[in-house]
């Protein structure tokens, strides 16, 4: 039997609040540090970031004399990424920054600036499980602000069951509700659609369903539901650009939205204002001599300014808009298994454990040891340096959370 690889936590990007992040020195982290949260001794299995504040969903914590598990730093093996929220009654709910506490019995949680959101073992057997929808700073106690019990439902899930998947919420176990931040808190879905993974972004939605397609729903202003407009859907719609394409992964950034296929192709889409998309943009240029600016549309739809002062004289265009799914090759032909939005930024993990990120770095949550921006896919050299491969990442709007473990020994 092969032997288990330890893995851990590592945080970078803002902490302006106290959250768990790295070594929680200043306001923020450049490079990949190991996780310190509350709690020593707790095998986390997922990490929700919101701005001021993250929660840390746990496994159920050793009976009295058994040998505890390690430190948040040395997390070991199954990594969360192969491995479901707990099950049952068992694991809790740790805060760390703006909004501190622990709850016991839980079995997940979802945190925004509006609303922590935590699913809870019903109270007796064949109960199901309780949906709690609690202020952040109410540090878990007293009543929940609302609170509702949902069905549970075997889940339509792909090859490997819950391996593509970090976590269900904001979809609810049923597969056919989703929670809001924002009143009526439950979101009812169409049976139809079949859902698999829901993301939410600043304003807008994204569902994957069981047959690997993608819809988008909510604001459209800045490109990001993908259908070639900057128009609103009330209502899911099927991304026609990708049809004939199995995806495996969704994710949505404040305004944009990537998702990966099962062949382990990126496809972007939405606002490129920070370089999110990968794409060129005027925020992230080197040449600051900007004397003049024209706008205008490329013939799929995407926004394109062009700006004086190319090397030959010629405008130099880049891309603040991007309406529809581009393809977008990481470097060296690496293929891609999962992804992770923040509100300006995009992380990737390649099927060889590689990280990849870009886009708004301003507190150092691309872990480049800078505040650079990038429009370009870089790679993290921290985890190749330290031999370790990336299982999974989890970005908040403005730091990044990674699970990584030993590489094998050849």
């Known amino acids: 039997m092969a032997e288990e690889r330890r893995g851990a936590w590592f945080g970078f990007g803002f902490c302006g609040f106290g959250q ?74 740790e805060l760390s920054g703006f909004a501190v506490g622990a709850v016991g019995g839980c079995r997940d949680a979802w945190a925004s600036e509006e609303l922590l959101v935590v699913l809870r073992a019903g109270p007796g057997p064949g109960a199901g499980t309780e949906l709690q929808a609690w202020a952040p700073g109410s540090a878990l106690r007293g009543e929940p602000l609302w609170a509702q019990t949902v069905p549970e439902a075997e889940r339509e899930d792909g090859p490997g069951g819950d391996e593509t998947q970090a976590g269900p919420l904001p979809l609810l176990p049923c597969a056919r509700a989703y929670v809001s931040p924002r009143p009526p808190f439950y979101q009812p879905l169409a049976p139809t659609l079949r859902a698999r993974r829901l993301e939410l972004g600043a304003e807008h939605a994204l569902l994957l369903d069981a047959a690997g397609q993608v819809f988008s729903w909510g604001g459209g202003r800045h490109g990001q539901l993908g259908h070639g407009t900057l128009e609103a859907e009330p209502e899911p719609r099927l991304l026609q650009a990708l049809q004939g394409l199995t995806m495996a992964e969704v994710a949505a950034g404040g305004w944009h939205s990537v998702c990966v ?47 004086a002062g190319g090397g030959d004289g010629a405008p130099t265009p880049f891309i603040a808009v991007q309406p529809f799914p581009a393809l977008l090759d990481l470097p060296l032909g690496s293929d891609a298994v999962k992804a992770s939005c923040g509100s300006r930024h995009t992380a990737v993990v390649t099927r060889t454990g590689e990280l990849y990120t870009w886009g708004w770095g301003k507190y150092g949550q691309l872990g480049h040891k800078d505040t650079t921006s990038l429009d370009r896919p870089c790679r993290v050299k921290y985890f190749v340096d330290k031999q370790l491969q990336v299982r999974t990442v989890s970005c908040g709007p403005w730091n990044t959370y990674v699970y990584a473990v030993e590489k094998e020994k050849s």
Do not use: M
């Not at 900007?290 to 926004?303: H, P, Q, V």
């Open 261 to 307: 296929s099962e062949a382990g192709d990126i496809y972007i889409w939405g606002w490129n204002e920070s370089g999110q998309l990968a794409l060129p943009t005027k925020s992230v240029a080197e040449d600051g001599k900007t004397t003049s600016e024209a706008s205008g549309l490329n013939e799929d739809g995407s926004e394109v300014k062009r700006v």
């Open 20 to 93: 768990a992040l790295g070594s929680g020195r200043g306001r923020q982290v450049h490079s990949p540090e190991p996780l310190r949260a509350p709690g020593a001794g707790l095998d986390v299995c997922r990490v929700s970031a919101s701005w001021s504040y993250t929660a840390f969903v746990t496994r159920e914590r050793p009976p009295s004399g058994a040998i505890p598990t390690p430190a948040l730093g040395a997390c070991p093996a199954p990594s969360p990424a192969s491995s479901p929220p707990p099950a049952g009654g068992g694991g809790q709910v």
